[in-house]
């Protein structure tokens, strides 16, 4: 039993999409929205409380306001028909087709169903005792509790470290700034996502996503209490206690609707998805033009192909500090000069900005007088904190002008020089004090309730000074924290991690959970950012692994004074050459990842088990991916290994060694070498992958190929290829065109047709199609049969 009951008087809501239930003696209101026939969403509130607005859920919307949406603002879902049953008298059904909720109103009691086979399946439940905080007798703050079994699994919560599956450990939701973390152990990290999704122990799928952005913890089952069986619960320090249940039938479903729910992966230009060069070392440097530009030569040297390059913050130091929007012009006596070598050679400049002022920063008085910095609790002036060597003040996101001024600042101090794009870096917006004011647009609010509100607005400003400054190009940003709907602004990655076996291991985990909370463009700081250089073997295991990352840099500060970059180990060039000239055959697959993601909400990296969760052996614990829907990553993880064993998931096709052509049927494992030059791939039997073909990887343009992996049964399949120029905005105004690519197969032969349809003019006029595995029956191609058996063939597109 309770400790205490709460009954509640039912009453219909105003708006056909919601119920509400007031408690008038603890001055609380319950909203249930249905909102699509899979989501319901719990606003659980104080009855005169004025809802903070939020700036995570944006259904299907590639943007929100600055200000925010109201919160309670339901137009963007279909807000479908539902129906309500009283079971009794304190006891309510609310159902649609797909979702319906059990309540028990004498003791507040949610029970969660899903229909499937024409029967509703319990999916989830609150805990039998207290489940929520209503009278303040479990503490301060918001809390949830929610029954489990000890069969469950938990996955998602961001940016985390240690296990895919987080049952048995507690999370905290901060953003923190973690420099040289344990993969494994530290927590919390950069990012703020509170959305987990569960397999239970019957196998079925739910999400449930938490609409606060205070600081808070999520035990996934660590606690254990006699009195209240096994349970896991949501603790919230402030804010509103605003979740939203997400049924699927996979967890295919459940993510790629969380996804929707948060907003549109950026579609960025596809120089993005290049090779990006970085290290601290060379901006450091007192002649860091130099050093710079002795990068462009080396890499022009060892033909290491590069498409952009981060600028570390050095650039803006004063005496060894730094100070956003200075150039050291003793480092770089010529910026505009700078960036325009960089150009002619290819290469993109990303530029490192951070959102606080040093209380000696030439322009802190201004800001000061101004008020666009973050006000202290008494709002009489700036809160100033630690940042970096020395104290300073955060700017305020929350206030228009200081958006404008921010803006204004990007323009004028880097893309006006060339720039490119914007690194977002240092933006956890570490003020401890909760109680410090900001603007809100005019609405105050306080930092406990918006700090990862200040990382998005932050990124989203800096993102709108490119779009503002070159309307016509396609705008590109990074950013190292924030909050549920990040992936709308920037590309992201794992923060500063440290050199070690294990970060390369661990880190795969850390991102396939930013993937399966939404987070799609993302990699990891190649060969380690913090810590002594690398060993030969570990960066090339490192640069392996990065070459499959939406996001491949290598970066670094280490201690020693060396400096992460592909020629690091000339005699070792041979085979990192190899696997960068892998990367540039990558992206145009990577490309049609991403668009897939802008498009369909697909991540472009994934666990084993997002496509194969019939098969039970995909849900251990292994550090093979999915890129995309068709390839299998099997990276080499451990020290001194040279062959390495590789499970192929069930499927109904078989696979294919990507490297050897060699066919395999599926559900075995199968031991593979793991040499230096390459990182261990299978491809679906039936799949097809496009891929950038022309042998010299440094030059500009491109040659268009498809890997073929036919079925090894009577079928066909089909690949729809996106093409479009990679830098405008043009397909917007749909200026694309769509390559159709189909292969037959028929006893054994195999026949392939390919078609162009669209307004893009491709920059080719010839494919090159490859088969990996032999084909022992006749090939024909559009239409024409081959008279010789080779591994490629050269066909003009149609």
């Known amino acids: 039993m309770n400790k205490k009951a709460h009954r509640f008087h039912w009453q219909l809501g105003e708006e056909t999409s919601s119920l509400r239930l007031i408690n008038a003696a603890e001055d609380t209101e319950i909203l249930i929205f249905i909102l699509e026939e899979n989501i319901f969403r719990i606003y659980i509130k104080d009855l005169n409380e004025d809802p903070l607005p939020t700036w995570s859920v944006a259904p299907g919307m590639e943007d929100v306001p ?48 899903e229909k499937q086979n024409g029967s509703w399946n319990e999916i989830a439940r609150d805990r039998d005792t207290q489940s929520y905080n209503l009278d303040g007798t479990l503490g301060s703050g918001r809390l949830h509790y929610m029954k489990r079994t000890s069969e469950d699994m938990f996955f998602g919560l961001g940016e ?39 397999r239970t122990k019957d196998k079925q799928w739910y999400g449930m996503f938490y609409d606060n952005l205070s600081t808070s913890v999520f035990d996934m089952g660590k606690e254990l209490d006699n009195y209240h069986g ?38 960025f230009p596809k120089w993005s998805l290049g090779y990006s060069g970085s290290t601290m070392t060379y901006t450091d440097a007192p002649d860091a033009q130099v050093q710079m530009n002795q990068f462009i030569r080396d890499a022009q040297a060892y033909e290491i192909p590069c498409h952009s390059f981060q600028l570390s913050s050095g650039y803006t130091s004063i005496d060894g500090k730094r100070y956003v929007f200075n150039w050291n012009t003793s480092k770089f006596p010529d910026p505009a000069a700078f ?34 910095f973050v006000k202290n609790r008494e709002g009489d002036e700036e809160e100033l904190v630690q940042f970096w060597d020395d104290l300073g003040a955060y700017i305020d996101f929350t206030n228009p002008d200081a958006v404008e001024w921010w803006k204004e600042k990007v323009k004028e101090q880097l893309l006006s020089y060339g720039i490119e794009s914007t690194w977002n870096d240092n933006n956890e ?17 306080k930092m406990k309730d918006a700090r990862p509100v200040l990382s998005l607005l932050m990124t989203k400003t800096s993102l709108d000074a490119q779009k503002e400054f070159t309307p016509s190009a396609r705008p590109y940003a990074i950013t190292r924290s924030g909050g549920p709907g990040l992936q709308r602004y920037a590309q992201t990655w794992s923060g500063d991690n440290y050199t070690s076996w294990d970060s390369l291991k661990y880190n795969v985990l850390t991102g396939i959970g930013l993937s399966l909370s939404g987070v799609y463009n993302f990699g990891h700081d190649v060969g380690g950012f913090a810590g002594g250089a690398p060993e030969p073997e570990l960066f090339i295991r490192w640069i392996q692994n990065g070459i499959v990352h939406p996001r491949f840099t290598i970066h670094s500060w280490n201690d020693d004074g060396s400096v992460n970059v592909p020629w690091m180990y ?36 994934r666990p084993m088990f997002y496509s194969f969760s019939h098969d039970e052996k995909t849900f251990e614990e292994s550090y093979q991916f999915m890129l995309g829907e068709d390839v299998l990553v099997a990276p080499v993880v451990e020290k001194g290994v040279e062959t390495i064993g590789v499970y192929l998931p069930v499927n109904e096709k078989g696979w294919y ?19 230096m030059d390459r990182v261990p791939l299978f491809a679906q039997a039936g799949s097809i992958i496009p891929v950038d073909s022309k042998e010299d990887k440094m030059q500009e343009s491109e040659q268009r190929g498809y890997l073929c992996f036919p079925l090894q049964e009577d079928g066909d399949v089909q690949l729809r290829h996106y093409e479009d120029d990679g830098a405008s905005n043009d397909y917007k105004e749909n200026v694309y ?62």
């Open 160 to 198: 985390k470290a240690g296990p895919l599956n987080r049952h048995g450990h507690r999370y905290r939701m901060q953003n923190m700034d973690p420099m040289g973390y344990d993969p494994y152990l530290t927590d919390p990290l950069y990012k703020h996502i509170p959305f987990f999704m569960t």
């Open 230 to 267: 096994y349970y896991r619960y949501y603790h919230a320090e402030s804010g509103p206690l605003d979740y939203y249940m997400i049924s699927g039938r996979d967890a295919a479903e459940v993510v790629e609707t969380y996804s929707w729910l948060t907003g549109q992966t950026a579609f």
């Open 657 to 675: 060694d990507w490297h050897t052509g060699a066919y395999y049927h599926s559900g075995q494992t199968i031991i593979v070498d793991a040499p």
């Open 570 to 605: 000339p005699e070792y060039i041979e085979p990192i050459k190899r696997l960068m000239d892998f990367r540039e055959t990558l992206i145009p697959y990577l490309y049609q990842l991403m668009k897939e993601a802008h498009d369909h909400y697909s991540p472009m990296i």
């Open 339 to 372: 960036a325009s070598h960089y150009k002619e050679h290819g290469v993109n400049l990303c530029a490192n900005i951070k959102p606080a002022l040093l209380q000696d920063h030439p322009l802190y008085n201004e800001l000061q007088e101004k008020g666009y």
């Open 429 to 445: 917006f570490e003020i401890w004090d909760g109680e410090a004011k900001l603007h809100g647009f005019g609405n105050e609010m």
């Open 66 to 113: 600055y200000e925010g949406r109201e919160r309670l603002d339901v137009s963007p879902f279909t807000n479908p028909a539902y129906s309500i049953n009283q079971v009794n008298d304190d006891e309510y059904e609310v159902l649609t087709s797909r979702l319906k909720l059990h309540m028990k109103l004498d003791s507040l009691q949610f029970t969660w169903y």
């Open 737 to 798: 065109t769509i390559n159709e690519v189909n292969v037959q197969t028929s006893g054994a032969d195999v026949e392939v047709k390919l078609h162009s349809n669209g307004s893009y003019d491709l920059p080719y006029r010839d494919v090159t199609l490859y088969f990996p595995g032999y084909i022992s029956g006749d090939l024909v191609l559009n239409g024409k049969k081959q008279s010789t058996q080779a591994d490629e063939y050269t066909i003009p597109i149609k």
